[in-house]
């Protein structure tokens, strides 16, 4: 069961109830395996079926920037036909993954659920929502493209982008949508020329587009010279206010210390755990953001161990629940809740582990405290019955 937090006043591109699924099912075709040399024959039918997926995606996704253009009679048939062809690679999926176990055939069947009823709003006349639901497939998918380093394999996107409706996207629009499509050295130097002329820095900050980029290029590029170097130029702006500026220093300092992690091979998740308990003793209070670099290169080391296939059960599930933790405090709370999802796999991994009862611990709270407020608590059935299967697997 993976949660979303629910929020009315979303805007264009951040995440939504209904498409919550394709983020995770991105992370499992894209990032768990996209560094092996030879995939698996499974790992090969999963990229496929997925690659029907983003290819319907990259088709619709034009036209649902454009009102006028998506409520047209005339694109009316290729619409249909693309969310008909989603639909299918949904279905295929879930047929995929009955031989998996835990989580990933519950995502696979929520998620062709999710597409039928698009499909069938779409058809019914309910093009709005059916709009609205599609551009947040985007914002989903930058969540997954972020785990792991980039594979190089995605096709070149410049036709994409000089389309008419999707050229006059804001800067902040743009990037994220090329992070979507995997175009990553694009939205780095979309990113970087923004730190440069955005006009009021506070913005940036709200934004929260620079922990974006260092996610980007700490993790999926590798490149901490080039993070460091763009670092160095922001703090140069005479215009940085006080919060920022310390938050900027402390990456550099991270940065500096941790050059090297990302470069040695070996030892993942006992490197990883030493980062995420140096990087907790440099916070202040809870929400400081002085160790986010730290937690960054944290959670690329554990999702570079989790591609190992030899790893013990307990150490998957200890990997998945310290992911959880690195999570929490580098996730967008508007976002999908990977936080969830990682929790949770770590106790489907090894349910009697000692990680296993901690990250049950941490779910209940997290799922507690996202549906619970002025009106008391009201977890969703669905949500409930999940949390009282993972509790019996914990306490078997």
């Known amino acids: 069961m993976i949660t979303i937090v629910k929020d009315k006043h979303m805007q264009l591109f951040l995440g939504t109830k209904n498409m919550?699924?394709?983020?995770?099912?991105?992370?499992?075709?894209?990032?768990?395996?996209?560094?092996?040399?030879?995939?698996?024959?499974?790992?090969?039918e999963t990229r496929k079926i997925m690659a029907g997926l983003y290819s319907s995606l990259?088709?619709?996704?034009?036209?649902?920037?454009?009102?006028?253009?998506?409520?047209?009679?005339?694109?009316?048939?290729?619409?249909?036909?693309?969310?008909?062809?989603?639909?299918?690679s949904a279905n295929s999926f879930v047929a995929h993954t009955k031989r998996f176990d835990g989580s990933y055939g519950y995502i696979a069947k929520s998620m062709a659920t999710d597409i039928?009823?698009?499909?069938?709003?779409?058809?019914k006349g309910a093009a709005s929502e059916s709009r609205y639901l599609l551009q947040q497939v985007a914002?989903?998918?930058?969540?997954?493209?972020?785990?792991?380093?980039?594979?190089?394999?995605?096709?070149?996107?410049?036709?994409?982008?000089?389309?008419?409706?999707?050229?006059?996207?804001?800067?902040?629009?743009?990037?994220?949508?090329?992070?979507?499509?995997?175009q990553f050295d694009d939205a780095l130097v979309t990113w970087e020329e923004m730190f440069k002329t955005w006009p009021n820095p506070s913005e940036l900050f709200a934004m929260d587009t620079l922990p974006e980029y260092l996610k980007v290029v700490i993790r999926v590029k590798g490149d901490t010279s080039r993070a460091l170097k763009t670092l160095e130029a922001l703090s140069k702006r005479t215009d940085l206010p006080k919060y920022m500026d310390r938050e900027v220093t402390a990456?550099?300092?991270?940065?500096?210390?941790?050059m090297g992690e990302m470069l040695k091979m070996g030892a993942e998740l006992s490197r990883a755990e030493k980062v995420i308990k140096d990087a907790r003793?440099?916070?202040?209070?809870?929400?400081?953001?002085?160790?986010?670099?730290?937690?960054?290169?944290?959670s690329g080391l554990l999702n570079r161990h989790l591609l190992d296939k030899k790893n013990r059960a307990d150490d998957i599930a200890r990997s998945y629940y310290l992911l959880g933790i690195t999570e929490s405090l580098i996730g967008r709370s508007t976002w999908l809740?990977?936080?969830?999802?990682?929790?949770?796999?770590?106790?489907?991994?090894?349910?009697?582990?000692?990680?296993?009862?901690?990250?049950?611990?941490?779910?209940?709270?997290?799922?507690?405290?996202?549906?619970?407020?002025?009106?008391?608590?009201?977890?969703?059935?669905?949500?409930?019955e999940n949390?009282?299967?993972?509790?019996?697997?914990v306490r078997r």
């Open 251 to 258: 990456w550099k300092v991270s940065l500096v210390k941790l």
């Open 139 to 182: 914002d989903n998918c930058v969540g997954c493209h972020m785990k792991l380093p980039d594979p190089g394999h995605a096709p070149r996107m410049d036709g994409f982008f000089q389309n008419a409706s999707v050229a006059q996207l804001s800067i902040p629009d743009k990037v994220r949508l090329q992070v979507a499509l995997r």
């Open 20 to 44: 919550k699924n394709i983020a995770m099912l991105l992370l499992l075709s894209f990032s768990f395996r996209s560094m092996a040399a030879e995939p698996s024959k499974g790992e090969v």
């Open 337 to 384: 809740s990977q936080t969830d999802y990682y929790f949770e796999a770590a106790i489907r991994a090894a349910p009697k582990s000692n990680s296993a009862k901690k990250a049950f611990n941490a779910l209940e709270q997290q799922i507690i405290m996202q549906n619970s407020g002025s009106a008391g608590m009201n977890i969703p059935d669905d949500i409930q």
């Open 281 to 298: 003793g440099q916070m202040d209070f809870p929400m400081d953001r002085a160790g986010f670099v730290d937690f960054v290169v944290a």
């Open 58 to 88: 990259i088709a619709l996704l034009p036209l649902s920037m454009n009102t006028k253009e998506f409520n047209d009679p005339k694109n009316r048939e290729k619409i249909l036909s693309e969310l008909e062809k989603m639909r299918d």
């Open 116 to 123: 039928r009823d698009i499909h069938g709003w779409f058809k």
């Open 387 to 393: 949390l009282e299967e993972l509790r019996k697997m």
